[in-house]
């Protein structure tokens, strides 16, 4: 499928060159087009200050020590696809466009994609997956799907709107995996999160073909050795392919 760049303008909070810190592509080299603002207000949020709109986007690089560039919000699909294409080195392994929450601005997360597509730059989406319906319009222009699953115990949505937000989030990882794309189900694992919460997390992601990441929380709440066997223990009674990979670039010093 084809599709032209289109300029639609939108309010990003950075975009930077670095590592992917989580899941099964860590290590790899990215350049990160963080979305400023998200509908959720997860107990463990680790980037509340991209939760709001901000003013400015600001282009970083991992040697700088101060800005590259700054923009005033919004910013243009166009400037923003110059600044990817200013900060993609070689050995760039794909661009990330992350959050925030990249769903709560639809049009201009479709424009970085099919921006990214038009340059033949792969594309990894990391969404906290509430509206299938605005990820379903993306499924054609991204390679790797990253669908951040909220448990009942994260506490990202008040109590009656979390089963619609579950039954999205795994609605996108349906939609994702059966179009081929390479779909990674990712949950945050507390000191608190249960056995019954996994089990329950693994009968919806049935016969779905996504890698299943346990992320245990950085830290106060991170949980200990013995919660992270029972965990992995609940989840691989129902599916093979469970790992345990905590945040890297936290461990990296990188952004
Ligand atoms: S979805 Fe992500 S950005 Fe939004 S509140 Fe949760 S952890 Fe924070």
Redesign the pocket.
Known sequence: MTRRRTDEVGVLAEIFSSFQGEGPLVGNRQVFVRTAG?N???S?????K??CEVEFCEVLSPQASAPLQRADNPVTTSWAMEEILGLWARGTHSVSIT???PLCQPDFALSLATGCAAEGLPVYFET?GYSASRFRRLIPWIDFAAV?IKLQSHR?CPPDRWSRLFENEISCIDGATRSGVATIAKTVILDATTSEEIEQLCDRLEGLDATLVLQPVSGDKRPGPEKLIQLHQAASEHRGDVVIIPQAHKMMGVL
């Open positions: 998200c959720l207000s997860c463990y949020c680790d980037s509340p991209f939760r959050g925030g929450e906290n951040d990202s």
